[in-house]
């Protein structure tokens, strides 16, 4: 790595991200790996800056009904700690000014976050910023104008320069549109201005479903001016298809892609391989930020022989305190607890370690197993908030040994990923895109036991530093994949963790130990810094 002194400028462009809990700007795993990014640069010294939007919303809360129904509620989120840039830019959206008002977040450290704002008065639309993911169409590329475009004036008007522009997800694309017209206007050719603006642009892909990737109808785009007084409806569709595909556009407009995890890499090949015209798809893992979900007793413990058991166990009543707090459950110290923590859809399985009542019911009964669930579904996601409603419905069912966390935030992820003895994920292979609480799982002595899908692959050493079932099959038949994946986790789950747990304490303490050492340095947000900056920024 050279002297960060001679390291490219970047700005680096999402829609959100997970600084503290009661920062309420993040939804999930993509926030998360924003405010981590953000810390480590701070913490390492990089040349960078963030560009994101000051949602007064946020995601919302959701919490259960009395009923066991899953309801949002929208509080006014205020931070008295964001100081005023004193800058405000315009962006013209269904064809009026929109002022966007400039925030400067350092809470995390030392690298700068500017959040733009329209809940400014005189805006009649001030509500873009209100929710995030919130609303339809019009109003998500209302919020991607204001992230891409508003964000590159912001960085202007602050007199900030930039050397490359990282859009984390296709969100941020608007951002290009900008590059582009900027370079129009001072005279260049629509053609020569596209190449030049690719030059300076590198964007990172998550979604591993293509579905699941944001696309909008061309005409709406122009309708809400997302085409920037550059674009036509040709050239939109040359560049993001039509209907036109963030992706699609993202992967056209930059220099160099990457995804998140070296599973990930070939599934967006396989996944966008004929897409014409394309940047390049490499793999670079995501990590974590070890001084926010790690706790050094445990990094210590490892490196120098230390008592690994006795500090475990002491996180693991911090987490049943916790429960019984929130829940007025209080599970058993001396029981083999489970901690599974996923966005709830389809392809995460969420309940599906209870899919063979039979295998399972005698082991939650009888107290000899204990499973704590968290997570959040879209707000929007009839079916995401169905798969909560079952695991609290299982819940009832097993009142003593199934705990449902209502309302996930990042307090509930430090307490699971610090005290659960072992680390549930079953997503369907390969529709994981990298998964980092695994590895915040992993890094505190909790083993993980998983698919072999997004970053495990890269970390396995079965029965060494946690388990893996399903051997990597894939299928399109969800039945079959489904059938062997229950197979494998019954298997491993009953003849392997749980004698292991309860017979050999000196063989799972190992474990945890070699899960730590393994993965500390691996799977650090250090190690994924250096990797953009030398395979991704210099590019």
Known sequence: MAKKSSLPRVAYFC???????????????????????????????????????????????????????VVDTYPINRYPFLKDTGVTVTVKIR????????????????????????????????????????????????QEMVLGIGGVRALRALGIKVDVYHFNEGHALFAGFELVREKVKKGMPYAKALKATSDQIVFTT?????????????????????????????????????????????????KKSNAVAQLHGVTANKMWKGVKGRSEI??????????????????????????LWTIHQDNKRKLLNFI?????????EDSLLIGFSRRAVPYKRSDFIFSDKKKVAALFNSGKLQIVFAGKSHPLDDKGKQIVENII?????????????ENYDMTIGNMLVRGSDIWLNNPRRPQEASGTSGMKAAMNGVPN????????????????????????????????LDANDRKGLYQVLLNEVIPTYYNDRTKWV???RASIQSTRDTFAVKRMLEEYYDRLYKA
């Not at 030392?110 to 009649?124: F, K």
């Open 393 to 405: 419905a299982i819940s009832r069912r097993y009142p003593t040994s199934v705990v449902f966390l």
């Open 95 to 142: 064809q009026r000014d929109v002022k966007c008002k400039v925030w400067l977040d350092r809470s995390h450290g030392t690298v700068p976050l500017y959040l733009l704002d329209t809940d400014v008065p005189g805006n009649e639309d001030g509500w873009i910023t209100g929710q995030l993911y919130g609303w339809f169409g019009e109003e998500r590329v209302a």
């Open 510 to 512: 190992s474990i945890m």
């Open 282 to 307: 490499i793999a670079i893992t995501n990590a974590i930020h070890r001084p926010t979900w790690v706790d050094q007793r445990m990094l210590d413990a490892a490196e120098k022989g230390g008592d």
């Open 324 to 332: 019984k707090e929130r829940n007025g459950v209080m599970l058993k």
């Open 206 to 254: 998550h979604t591993p479903v293509v579905q699941g990737n944001e696309s909008h109808y061309i005409s709406r785009l122009m309708y809400m001016g997302a085409d920037n007084g550059v674009f036509d409806e040709k050239k939109l569709e040359a560049l993001g298809g039509k209907p036109f595909n963030m992706t699609v556009g993202a992967l056209r407009l930059s």
């Open 449 to 480: 036991l998983s698919t072999l899908d997004g970053w495990w692959p890269e970390a396995c050493d079965h029965g060494v530093n946690g388990w893996q079932f399903g051997n990597g099959y894939e299928s399109k038949d969800d039945k079959k």
């Open 15 to 69: 829609m959100e991200y997970a600084l503290q809990s009661d920062f309420k700007l993040y939804a999930g795993g993509l926030g998360i790996l924003a405010g981590d990014y953000m810390k480590g640069a701070s913490d390492h010294g990089y040349p960078m800056v963030g560009i994101g939007i000051k949602w007064k919303q946020g995601y919302g809360d959701q919490m259960i009904t009395k009923k066991d129904k």
